[in-house]
């Protein structure tokens, strides 16, 4: 950038080794400063798998461990969406699983047996080592200042909002996917600076290696052409961007198609036409420059520029045409709700409902950026001193992450990169600027005079620069300002590191499997149902039993409790779900037939009431319903899940549509038996509950968690004589009324 | 009276489920002596006077035996049988016979005789320490138990009711010899026995009650082999802790100084069902005051003092509910399972800990021998008593030990030498692996004893292979990178 | 609305005749009412005998209360759904084999019905089954509409109509094309390309300018990571009173904002990076150095007040966060 940090401490070659030497036991205690913040789960709790998904990446991995590669390639599950199944080997990123079934097995060769749960678990902050030396790396090119890129990794190691997916145990795409996508964009600048072939080819590998590891790869695949052509727009277009560009993308499509469940995406599906359309352009421009370059005639330029615009028309319109006649996809709903905010919430309630594809609002940046997100500005600012190519990468980088950021709350994490490196550029810029020890001579009137004039000349020279760099560049006179600035900028880093420290402590370290509360006396009480309830289920169920459950829990089930389940995570099929929110939210003579027809053995709720746990199903009971109602809006009306006042209710309150629903009636079952009469308290809801408690008929209590967390429930087979349920249930309460007066409350005949 | 039939359809198709599922456990019942199918065991003996005593206290039966025996053969003795179905040949267990006028004599040989498997009668050995002279008296203590011998009736009860179990057995002590006085004493846990069967025969009526003790007999003579079958059903509310496979590891490393316990465990509970579903809140009330129950709340593992940093871990990750209690006198690890086993539930899980390795290793004076003396079973110590069904202890030696030798008084079914390879190591680690079954929880407190030669060198490997290692990688890579593999010409 | 008015006036006797005739199909009387002017505009009596059993045909009436006093934004936002769904069925089906009649029912002009009804909200779309004749259904209670989920589209009722009255047919909705906007639209697109050829060698300077790219993209990146979008999709306040008739500029809770609350952040954001900007830029490059000095005092304290301040507001937000800087604690 300036003259003046290019000023080594060391001299020569040995001070060349010195500082190679520093930098590389600076870059190993960075990426021990990023794995050591990601483990706090691990020292407070133990070395579990975290929330929901890694669940399932987890059991995975497992099958792949066991079974090798080719039965992981073409598995079907027939232990999850029962009774559809999923072609589980086609519909998954297999990246993350291969990386650590890779890892296990080279331990395994070197005889240390370490359990594969711990690769699982330590594999996002062992990656995120490697991420913060490829935030280096990708620095190094931007800039000519030394320290940028150190600054940068540091940022990177310790950014919550990168740790936010990366601490130990969330054994989730992301872990891995971070690191490709830094490595792969630094692969590409290298590319793009040297125009080589072999750069190229590995960006493009590295690409298919992220393509295999996370549906994110859609933003390279649409911010690499988008870079090429803000280049190409600029008059930037050079043989390098030519050669650098095609090899990736050939390279890196065929790469990407080799993952069966990306397929032939890339030529279809709409996401992928902008990386297509720029290869044909480039195509154009390269022959358009060729022959510019042969033949000097204005006419014939002219008609180039025509042919080439006719040419780029034509191919937009054929484009149209193709995705109008479907044969190439359209967008698809996750993506296509980036661009039309308002479309997932009319169209796709399933989407909508997951917390983390909801909007940003500042507090997020700032918490997880926190001095970054102003440090950032002025990083891409110092980035329009010298417009190359790589600094318009960063610009298009910017504003492109930002938008996706603020539109998604997840999408934070492709931010965050880029808002490392350029915060650290502009931080060691001024550092490089405040930190040097040689000082300015004093300058006499005259020179000021002369500076002064010149200055005004070169204002009136040179227009296109940017504008506060016209005048020459002097340095600091005094080490005062020199140590006031150093040492607040010193003040806020510290600030940032406390502040990461504790976001990653209290936000993102708990691993929502294992809950845990504060004894009076402070000491730590872990409160373990989750675990409780899936063990009962593994040990005491039948091998085959189905468990019907919202599909938040499917993973968990799946992985803890090894059972077929209905719905899971993996929420490709929506009328399924909608089913399984139908049964939840029926009456039990509607839902009795629905659990029949899908052989569930068990249904399964969370109850937060006793203990204040409020991500329990009561809560999330509106989606289900809204999800049902989208299939059948007829049977299942959100309307009536409200009183007139519009109010959610559970208590007195509540309307009989919410009293007779399945969800409901689970969820209170047996709960007022707990209290005195009619002091039954919902600790969630912070409302007391009817006086009698619901009655079920056609499931009975198996088996509930210690805090009443989780609450189990056998689907009652046949009646044996043929009454119906209710009768049959009435008929037995009036035999055992003396026995369970005060358990049931006073019988209640159902008429039908 | 009809209740008791009901019990004997029950039980007798029980049994033959049992006899089923436990057909395969007579096979690794190795040290079998073959003899032809026309065995009649040579009536060489006469049992003069027999005192049966039967401990329905636990949750086993464990019954011994004290008979006078008296050679009325012309020449001396030394081989005496004694008869079991071939049930309980299936499930009998710690088998063991002295002479209880001289206790230090230590045990008597003893193996099971093969002759006929289709026959109901089978025969164990016993081998006198010396050959029993004409008309001498000798007076033999035998003991064992049996696994899985008593059954819940009613097989499902409520959450909070009490269990009834039911035992048979014969009012005259099996014998293959004439028996000329016995009795049999039966101790229950408790007074609550609703029904028993009456024996007319002898002077009294039998049983005699005392408290909860019933006597049957005392009976005169009767010729070998007679049964007079008896049945009791009597209260027993305490889980039947049914250890179905226990694989003990004992991992002993010379550099860390350190003995490595693990325990897996497959438990089950074989107590009376739930006739219907578990109730939370039921449960929750009923731990104020704390009735006796069928269902495990808690496991205690008294260690040896010393022991170090616990763990309690299940398939899915460790169990939060344990307490570890350790001080100069004891080392107790209490664990609570994420949730109460009833009757038929099962729970497998895993329990492990550290010793300081010079509590138990020795070197001996001469040569590179060591002596590790260890415990052989360690499991928990419940009042009501469990049993093992198989025990695989697997002690692990450190790499390059060599010519292994064990000793303990546990009665084994096999033994096996093999190498076990981790944590680096080139040629494995010697691992001594023996095998029994059928134990109950009296072998808590046996030892074994187990020698080995570990030369020097043996201890030096892993260090020298490991540096070498490094060593050349890092010439290796000294190497590559000192070469120039670039295509442009040199300038 | 005059004209639906004046329609009202001529209805009225009509219908009071219709009324007194009853014999004639009452339906074809009200379709080729319809046919004139759809949907009808209903008062109470209308009303009434419009939806009196016994009935061979469906009716769907709005209740609506369009008048601004009441205030119902949903209303109005709905009219001209409204409107446009029964103009295209009614001109979808003129031979009436549907057998659907779309009334319209304002809360001035039919107070008592709102009453009989007991509805407190508007607008309530509902939906009446014929009670004999070919599509005669057993209750004869009317299906109600819920407007729970925001303002509906003329296409989701009429998925919603025609999912009632299966067996007939359903005409499809035809939105009549906005010539205004096309022409709108075409006119700018040439105006821009002519004013682009004509002003082009002036304002390629302008384009290729680096500041003004700089400048745009800074206020985008600030735009954007002050959670402008979170405002653009939730339609969040601008600002809200609290309750002492004060105004309350930053709301409450981590995950809400107003419109106002994220330009002050943005405008926080701005001026600490472009205080940044100069200590790294400017300031060396000011060749008097008591200026220089001056300069790297202010645009120090700048933005460390700036930033305390950012804290502070940020504790607002999220309670219990520990880190601040004087001046603001």
């Given at each position: ?49 975290h929330e929901f998904d890694p669940w399932f990446n987890f059991r995975a991995t497992k099958y792949l461990v066991q079974h090798g590669f080719y039965d992981f390639w073409d598995w079907f599950d027939d232990r999850t969406w029962h009774p559809l199944g999923r072609v589980t080997g086609g519909t998954l990123y297999p990246g993350l699983m291969v990386t650590s079934g890779v890892i296990y097995h080279a331990l395994r060769a070197l005889t240390i047996p370490v359990d594969i749960r711990n690769i699982c678990v330590l594999l996002a902050p062992g990656f995120s080592g490697l991420t913060a030396y490829a935030t280096y ?616 | ?454 030369p020097l060198l043996a201890g030096l490997r892993k260090p020298l292979v490991i540096f070498i290692t490094f060593f050349s990688l890092f010439a290796a890579a000294w190497g590559i990178g000192s070469l120039d593999v670039g295509i442009k010409g040199k300038k | 609305m005059h004209f639906l008015k004046g329609l009202v006036l001529i209805l009225l006797p009509a219908a009071a005749i219709a009324a007194k005739r009853a014999a004639v199909d009452k339906f074809q009387q009200f379709h080729s009412k319809a046919l004139s002017s759809t949907p009808l505009k209903l008062d109470d009596s209308i009303y009434g005998q419009l ?279």
């Open positions: 950038m300036s003259d003046i940090i290019e000023e080594p401490f060391f001299k020569g070659s040995t001070g060349r080794n010195t500082r190679g030497v520093l930098r590389l036991t600076i870059l190993c205690l960075i990426a021990a400063a990023a794995i050591a913040s990601r483990l706090f789960s691990v020292i407070r709790f133990e070395s579990i798998i790396l990708f620095t190094n090119e931007m800039t000519t200042s030394p320290s940028a890129g150190l600054l940068a990794a540091a940022f990177m190691g310790i950014a919550p909002g990168y740790i936010s997916r990366s601490v130990a145990g969330s054994y989730d795409n992301e872990a891995i996917a971070i690191f490709l996508l830094v490595f792969t964009f630094f692969l590409w600048i290298k590319a793009l600076k040297v125009g080589s072939v072999f750069w190229g080819a590995w960006c493009a590998l590295f690409y298919g290696y992220m393509v295999s590891a996370w549906g994110g790869y859609v933003f390279i695949t649409n911010l690499i052409p988008l870079h090429v052509f803000v280049l190409v727009l600029m008059g930037r277009f050079s043989p390098r961007v030519y050669v650098a560009y095609c090899t990736w993308f050939a390279i890196g499509t065929l790469a990407s198609m080799q993952i069966p469940f990306v397929g032939f995406l890339p030529i279809r599906s709409s996401e992928h036409m902008s990386a297509l359309g720029i290869f044909g352009l480039l195509q154009l421009v390269g022959f358009v420059e060729f022959v510019r370059a042969g033949v000097p005639s204005r006419q014939f330029k002219t008609l180039v520029t025509g042919f080439v615009v006719a040419v780029v028309l034509i191919a937009f319109a054929a484009l149209v045409l193709l995705t109008v006649s479907g044969v190439i996809a359209p967008w698809t709903g996750r993506f296509y709700s980036l661009w039309d905010t308002g479309y997932a919430k009319i169209h796709i309630p399933i989407i909508a409902s997951v917390s983390e594809h909801q909007p940003t609002a500042w507090p997020a940046y700032f918490f997880d950026l926190n001095l970054l997100i102003w440090l950032f500005p002025a990083g891409v600012y110092l980035c329009f001193l010298k417009l190359n190519d790589e600094q318009v990468f960063i610009v298009v980088y910017s504003i492109l992450a930002s938008y996706f950021s603020g539109v998604m709350v997840r999408l934070m994490l492709t931010l965050t990169p880029i808002v490392c490196v350029s915060a650290a550029m502009a931080l060691s810029y001024l550092l490089d600027t405040y930190l040097t020890i040689k000082s300015p001579p004093e300058p006499t009137d005259a020179q000021i005079l002369d500076a002064a004039n010149n200055s005004s000349s070169k204002k009136a020279g040179k227009q296109d620069g940017i504008r506060s760099t016209r005048e020459p560049l002097v340095g600091i006179y005094t080490t005062f300002s020199k140590t006031t600035v150093v040492s607040a900028m010193t003040a806020y880093l510290l600030i940032f590191v406390l502040h990461c420290t504790w976001v990653t402590s209290n936000a993102y370290s708990s691993p929502s499997v294992v809950l845990a509360s504060r004894m009076p006396d402070g000491s730590q009480h872990i409160i373990d149902d989750y675990r409780e309830a899936y063990q009962w289920l593994r040990q005491n169920t039948p091998e085959d039993a189905k468990i019907m459950s919202w599909w938040d829990y499917g993973y968990q089930i799946g992985g803890m409790a090894d059972r077929p389940t209905l719905v899971d995570n993996n929420t490709w099929n929506n009328t399924h779900i909608a089913t399984v929110g139908k049964a939840m939210s029926s009456r039990e003579e509607v839902s009795y037939p629905i659990m029949r027809q899908h052989e569930v053995d068990y249904v399964l709720v969370v109850f937060g009431g006793l203990l204040g746990y409020s991500g329990d199903d009561i809560n999330k009971f509106l989606w289900m319903v809204r999800i049902a109602e989208g299939i059948w809006p007829d049977e299942v009306k959100e309307r009536d899940f409200f009183t007139d006042r519009g109010e959610y209710r559970v208590d007195d309150g509540a309307t009989e549509t919410m009293k007779n629903s399945l969800m409901y009636k689970m969820s209170y079952y047996n709960y007022n038996s707990l209290f005195p009469a009619g002091q039954a308290q919902d600790r969630v809801r912070g409302v007391k509950l009817p006086e009698v408690g619901p009655t079920l008929n056609t499931v009975e209590e198996a088996f509930t968690s210690e805090n009443w967390i989780i609450r189990i429930y056998k689907v009652k087979d046949l009646d044996n004589v043929g009454r119906d349920h209710a009768s049959a249930a009435s008929f037995d309460r009036g035999n055992k009324k003396k026995k369970t007066t005060k358990k049931r409350g006073p019988k209640v005949l159902r008429v039908e | 009276m009809r209740l008791l039939a009901i019990g004997a359809a029950v039980l007798s198709l029980a049994s033959t489920a049992l006899c089923a599922e436990k057909g395969n456990l007579t096979k690794p019942l190795t040290s079998r002596l073959i003899l032809p199918s026309t065995f009649k065991p040579p009536q060489n003996f006469k049992n003069v006077n027999l005192v049966h005593i039967i401990n329905l206290e636990k949750s086993y039966p464990k019954e011994q035996i004290n008979v006078v025996v008296e050679n009325i053969a012309s020449t001396p003795q030394d081989e005496y049988y004694i008869p079991f179905t071939s049930q309980q040949m299936a499930t009998i267990g710690g088998l063991e016979v002295k002479d209880k006028k001289n206790s230090d004599g230590g045990l008597f040989e003893v193996g099971a005789v093969e002759f006929d498997p289709e026959s109901d009668t089978q025969f164990y050995r016993v081998r006198l320490a010396q050959p029993l002279a004409p008309k001498a008296q000798i007076t033999l203590g035998i003991s064992y138990s049996y696994l899985s011998a008593l059954h819940p009736l009613p097989k499902h009860i409520a959450q909070q009711d009490s269990q009834f179990l039911v035992y048979e057995f014969s009012a005259y002590c099996p014998s293959a010899y004439v028996t000329t006085k016995q009795k049999t004493e039966v101790k229950f846990p408790s007074g609550n026995v609703p029904e028993y069967t009456i024996v007319a025969g002898g002077e009294v009526e039998s049983p005699v009650k005392a408290g909860s003790k019933f006597t049957y007999g005392s009976f005169s003579e009767v010729p070998a082999g007679a049964v007079e079958p008896v049945k009791v059903r009597y209260e027993f509310t305490k889980p039947l802790i049914h250890i179905s496979q226990l694989e003990r590891d004992i991992e002993v490393s010379h550099w860390g100084g350190n003995l490595a316990f693990e325990e897996r465990y497959t438990l089950h509970n074989h107590a009376a069902n739930l006739t219907n579903q578990f109730n939370r809140v039921q449960w929750a009330s009923q731990q104020y005051y704390n009735p006796p129950s069928t269902a495990i709340k808690e496991l205690k593992f008294p260690l040896r003092v010393g022991s170090l940093d616990p763990y309690f871990t299940d398939v899915i990750g460790n169990v939060s509910t344990s307490r570890f209690r350790s001080n100069k006198r004891e080392a107790n690890l209490e664990i609570k399972p994420r949730y109460p086993i009833f009757g038929g539930w099962n729970y497998p899980f895993r329990v492990g800990w550290n010793a300081d390795l010079k509590k138990f290793l020795r070197k001996l004076k001469t040569g590179d021998g060591y002596v590790l003396n260890v415990p052989f079973l360690e499991g928990p110590k419940q009042s009501e008593g469990m049993v093992y069904e198989h025990i695989e202890l697997r002690v692990i030696l450190p790499e390059g030990a060599v010519n292994v030798k064990y000793s303990t008084t546990v009665p084994l079914v096999s033994e096996e030498i093999s190498l076990h390879r981790t944590f680096m190591d080139t040629t494995g680690r010697t691992a001594l692996t023996l095998k029994a079954i059928n134990i109950v929880d009296d072998f808590r407190d046996r030892e074994l004893i187990v020698t080995y030669d570990y | 939806t009196s059993a016994p009935r061979d045909y469906s009716v769907a009436v709005l209740l609506t209360a369009l008048e601004s006093r009441f205030g119902c934004q949903l209303c109005r936002e709905f009219q001209p759904e409204w409107d446009l769904l029964s103009k295209s069925w009614t001109k979808g089906d003129k031979k009436g084999e549907s057998r659907l009649i779309f009334g319209t029912l304002d809360f001035t002009d039919g107070k008592n019905t709102f009453q009989s009804l007991g509805l407190q909200t508007a607008p309530v779309l509902l939906l009446f089954q014929p009670t004999h004749g070919p599509h005669a259904v057993a209750d004869s209670a009317p299906v109600r509409y819920d407007f729970t989920n925001g303002p509906q589209s003329a296409e989701q009722v009429h998925s919603w109509v025609a999912r009632h009255l299966h067996d007939r047919p359903h005409p499809e909705i035809h939105r009549p094309i906005n010539w205004v906007r096309v022409i709108a639209f075409t006119t700018t697109i040439l105006g821009t390309l002519t004013f682009l050829s004509v002003a082009g060698p002036y304002l390629l300077p302008i384009i290729q300018n680096r500041n003004l790219w700089a400048g745009v993209s800074l206020i985008a990146i600030l735009l954007f990571t002050s959670g402008h979008m979170f405002n653009h999709i939730r339609k969040v306040p601008y600002v809200a009173g609290d309750g002492r008739g004060g105004v309350s500029y930053f709301a409450g809770g981590f995950s809400n904002q107003y419109g106002l609350e994220t330009q002050i952040v943005a405008a926080m954001y701005g001026l600490l990076s472009f205080a940044t900007i100069s200590l790294a830029l400017k300031i060396p490059r000011i060749a008097d150095p008591r200026t220089q000095q001056l300069a790297v005092i202010i645009w120090g304290a700048v933005i460390f007040v700036m930033y305390s301040f950012l804290l502070s507001v940020f504790r607002i937000k999220n309670g219990g966060y520990p880190f601040w800087l004087p001046p603001f604690s």
